[in-house]
């Protein structure tokens, strides 16, 4: 989490604030500032040797506030997940909800003003204030909710209208996408928000996993590989594709090829190390030979041994896939 607290203060925005020098010890040094209630701000205070170190204090106090959101959101995103999925979805749905949390606090927080700063002349320590106005966070976030929540309905009343599975199920994946984002904006938002409550939402995220799965399995694919490693890549594809929730058939059965193919550069050796780079490229097509999606990903990995080297490729392929497979193909079928 440090590592996001670093990150936010590079985005915060930087305000002017009054800066008297001794004088009587402001009020918010020592507890709340009573120009700055906590009912109507949240707030973060730094001291340091220096102006400029007291004020990035100030913010980063600030923001361990959602930093916080951050930890507890992953921890219930974990609960929900082991509802849903084996423990490899878990982490990744956690890894996910942490990133767009991220992002999203980081646009919340531009607003952060440092309103006062304050020099103690007996040890020469710079304080500093930092206040974020609940009030105008909280419309921020509300009005993410209502645009997420429009999405989602749009995309759904979309899937409506489609006859294939693969596509009702992209268009599915997309008001999933939506509403975890939505999920991120909440846990911003109840920080924010003095009842803790946020804005609850209005569709079962869960429901919409439960219909997009049921839409997998009607989607019966043919894996294969070619290239560098085939046949360490076909069963890579064949497991990951079956723990997306896709069937897996023969080519008499199969309603889509998906491809998978490593173009690899020549093993590299330096100071002891043996490095691979290349590029791992996805293709799905239908039965008539139509490419319906192509993604690509660059490869690299090293290690003390050409066999451990391949062999770290090779897992960092397999994370890849389990992590990015489902929603690269669904995202296949609704691409303009």
């Given at each position: 989490m440090k590592r996001y607290a670093t990150i936010l203060l590079c985005l915060f925005a930087?305000?002017?604030?009054?800066?008297p020098d001794d004088g009587v010890r402001p009020d918010w040094i020592d507890g709340q500032s009573g120009q700055y209630p906590q009912a109507?701000?949240?707030?973060?205070?730094?001291?340091?040797?220096?102006?400029?170190?007291?004020?990035?204090?100030?913010?980063?106090?600030?923001?361990?506030?959602f930093e916080v959101a951050v930890r507890e959101r992953g921890q219930q995103s974990q609960t929900f997940s082991s509802q849903q999925a084996d423990g490899e979805s878990i982490q990744t749905l956690d890894q996910k909800i942490s990133r767009r949390l991220l992002t999203s606090t980081s646009k919340?927080?531009?607003g952060v003003q440092i309103v006062e700063q304050w020099r103690d002349a007996a040890n020469d320590q710079h304080y500093a204030l930092a206040v974020l106005s609940r009030g105008r966070a909280r419309f921020q976030f509300e009005q993410e909710i209502s645009a997420l929540d429009d999405q989602s309905q749009q995309w759904l009343r979309?899937?409506?209208?489609?006859?294939?599975p693969?596509?009702?199920?992209?268009?599915?994946?997309?008001?999933?996408?939506?509403?975890?984002?939505?999920?991120v904006v909440q846990s911003s938002l109840q920080v924010v928000d003095n009842s803790g409550r946020g804005k609850p939402p209005v569709m079962s995220l869960a429901e919409l996993e439960r219909s997009r799965d049921a839409l997998l399995n009607r989607i019966t694919l043919l894996p294969s590989a070619s290239g560098a490693l085939a046949p360490e890549l076909t069963e890579l594809l064949s497991a990951a594709s079956a723990g997306a929730g896709f069937k897996i058939g023969n080519s008499a059965e199969a309603d889509y090829r998906l491809m998978l193919e490593?173009?690899?550069?020549?093993?590299?050796?330096q100071s002891g190390w043996y490095w691979m780079r290349g590029t791992l490229q996805l293709n799905l097509v239908d039965n008539a030979g139509n490419d319906i999606g192509v993604e690509r990903w660059e490869l690299k990995a090293s290690s003390t041994s050409v066999e451990r080297t391949q062999q770290r490729l090779l897992s960092d392929i397999d994370a890849l896939l389990k992590d990015e497979l489902r929603e690269t193909v669904l995202g296949f079928a609704v691409k303009p």
């Open positions: 930087t305000a002017c604030a009054s800066t109507l701000y949240l707030s973060g205070q730094g001291s340091a040797l220096t102006p400029q170190d007291a004020k990035d204090r100030a913010r980063s106090e600030l923001a361990k506030q919340s927080l531009q979309r899937a409506e209208g489609e006859n294939t693969l596509k009702r199920a992209g268009l599915v994946q997309q008001a999933i996408a939506a509403q975890q984002q939505r999920i490593a173009q690899l550069d020549p093993v590299i050796e």
